[in-house]
């Protein structure tokens, strides 16, 4: 069975850091693509940053979070990081981590649609 247990959010003031992890089990992790997802109150979930598995883990990241979020991951202890900075009152959300085991299509890892498996999410709020 797959599970995969996001940990590491909580209250921040803007500015502030945060570094989110994902364990996961049940699935042979360096085989899988892996993506950060947010859904704050009252939106639609959008996509944050993925991780491939190509070339020793490409990474990909929306506008809004480029140069202030980074995405890695740790193939032998299975986990997948977010390490969050500059945070801002617009980044309070849930954050789901999300495994693809593939990608179809130059910017696949977009889209919700093609991940496999999710976690249950972790709070983060940023306060003003």
């Known amino acids: 069975q797959v599970q995969l247990a996001e940990s590491g959010g909580g209250l921040v003031q803007a500015g502030g850091s945060l570094r989110l992890s994902c364990a996961a089990s049940?699935?042979?992790?360096?085989?899988?693509?892996m993506g950060w997802f947010r859904q704050a109150p009252g939106k639609e979930r959008e996509f944050v940053g993925a991780i491939t598995t190509w070339s020793g883990g490409v990474t990909y990241y929306a506008d809004s979070v480029k140069g202030r979020f980074t995405i890695s991951r740790d193939n032998a202890e299975n986990t997948l990081y977010l390490q969050m900075d500059g945070l801002k009152p617009e980044d309070t959300a849930v954050y789901h981590c999300?495994?693809?085991?593939?990608?179809?299509?130059?910017?696949?890892?977009?889209?919700?649609?093609?991940?496999?498996?999710w976690g249950q999410g972790t709070q983060v709020t940023v306060s003003s």
């Open positions: 999300a495994a693809a085991r593939t990608f179809f299509g130059s910017v696949a890892y977009y889209y919700s649609r093609n991940y496999n498996y």
């Open positions: 049940g699935l042979l992790f360096s085989n899988y693509h």
